[in-house]
């Protein structure tokens, strides 16, 4: 099995990361009101633009693969729909009206990439479409009943419907259909009649908090969530089951099917964590092997050099046995399809890009740490 692919751009802390279709690209977040274009160059990366439109912290980030426009989101509660103008080779910015008083804090694409949505503080999310009259991005509005800060998305692969999960400590599905753009979707558990904003589906893990995580199956059959109290959730409509894993380690922030039967979550224990079914969901283990000390040879230049990187003052080794030394806030699919995640890429709080490889799953299971 190979290596993970640690990227470092040595510009602080990851926010956010979109890569485009072929991976030659990527779109990073700072956490500034800027997002950062690196292009692949033999094996690292080069900046090659910047978009900058926003005038606070850029909150997600998410590049449509078959349109190439990206959608970037901010605290400064707007959302921006970027454009690559093939002549100039400049990215072109429209602004979106989103119409909430509070933070943007979550952006994604549907699967047919002729919508997106928008998560904010204005406990609201917005369903964004091109009016072709009026030539602009316009948003309509999922409001009832969600009572806190919506913290991330998660688009049904038909398309429609859409999961959110929430700081009001719920995880819930909503019909986002949109008369003139979407086609009426086929029966599926979740129901048949879809109106804008009906409520498919309301969950609670059993011991309650936020919800940073939610995530359609890649049937779209089942619904997975991550909150705040450590536990993954496996909500399924068909027969009104929950199952709820709580795991010994800290809240995982970011969740993603590899298959219909696993999923790999991450978050404050700075490593991916895989689960799976076996008739009933378990936590596995650890999927990184962790990393080895490379201080052997280690010249006294080369020590200084490291410890000023870092403000330390003395020799206090404070690296733990992971690739992320710090929180991982994202994972993204980086090959394979819905229904077989090859690689996926996480980011974190320690400015790393990390790509994993789950293709030789097998192997890698006999070397987990639990």
């Known amino acids: 099995m190979s290596e993970p692919i640690v990227n470092e751009f040595n510009l ?19 956490g500034t ?40 989101c901010s605290q400064d509660r707007n959302a921006y729909v ?8 400049q990215w072109k910015p429209t602004l979106v009206l989103l119409r909430i008083n509070r933070a943007a804090t979550f952006v994604r694409w549907s699967p047919e990439e002729d919508k997106f949505a928008v998560a904010s503080g204005s406990r609201c999310i917005s369903v964004c479409y091109f009016e072709e009259d009026n030539d602009w991005w316009v948003g309509k509005h999922i409001k009832k009943p969600i009572r806190s800060t919506i913290l991330s998305l998660d688009w049904h692969p038909n398309n429609v419907l859409l999961a959110a999960g929430c700081a009001d400590m719920k995880a819930r599905v909503f019909s986002a259909f949109i008369k003139g753009v979407d086609k009426k979707p086929a029966p599926s558990p979740w129901g048949e009649k879809l109106p804008f904003n009906t409520i498919c589906g309301e969950f609670s893990s059993g011991a309650g908090g936020w919800i940073h995580s939610v995530a ?50 991450a978050g404050h224990d700075c490593a991916p964590h895989l689960f799976e079914n076996k008739g009933q969901w378990a936590f596995v283990g650890s999927l990184d092997a962790g990393v080895k000390k490379a201080d052997v040879g ?9 410890m000023d990187s870092r403000a ?32 996926y890429s996480t980011s974190g709080i320690d400015g790393k890009l990390i790509i994993w490889n789950s293709n030789n799953l097998a192997v890698a299971m006999s070397n987990l740490r639990v």
């Open 216 to 265: 359609f199956s890649p049937s779209g059959n089942v619904l997975a969530f991550t909150g705040h109290d450590s536990t993954i959730s496996i909500a399924d409509p068909a027969n009104g089951a929950i199952q709820s894993v709580r795991a010994t380690t800290l809240p995982y922030l970011s969740i993603l099917w590899l298959n219909e039967n696993q999923i790999v979550a």
């Open 298 to 306: 280690l010249t006294a230049r080369d020590a200084f050099r490291r």
């Open 82 to 89: 970027w454009t690559l103008d093939t002549a100039s080779g």
């Open 12 to 30: 602080g802390p990851i926010s956010c990361h979109s890569f485009n279709h072929d991976r030659t690209e990527v779109a990073v977040g700072f």
């Open 312 to 343: 330390q003052t003395g020799s206090t080794d404070t690296e733990i046995n992971s690739q992320h030394q710090n929180t991982i806030n994202s994972i993204r699919v980086f090959s394979g399809s819905r229904d077989y995640v090859e690689e």
């Open 33 to 72: 009101n800027v997002v950062n274009i690196f292009r692949k160059t033999g094996a690292s990366w080069t900046l090659a633009t910047t978009l900058a439109e926003h005038d606070k912290p850029v909150t997600s980030v998410d590049w449509a693969a078959r349109s190439n426009r990206i959608v970037t």
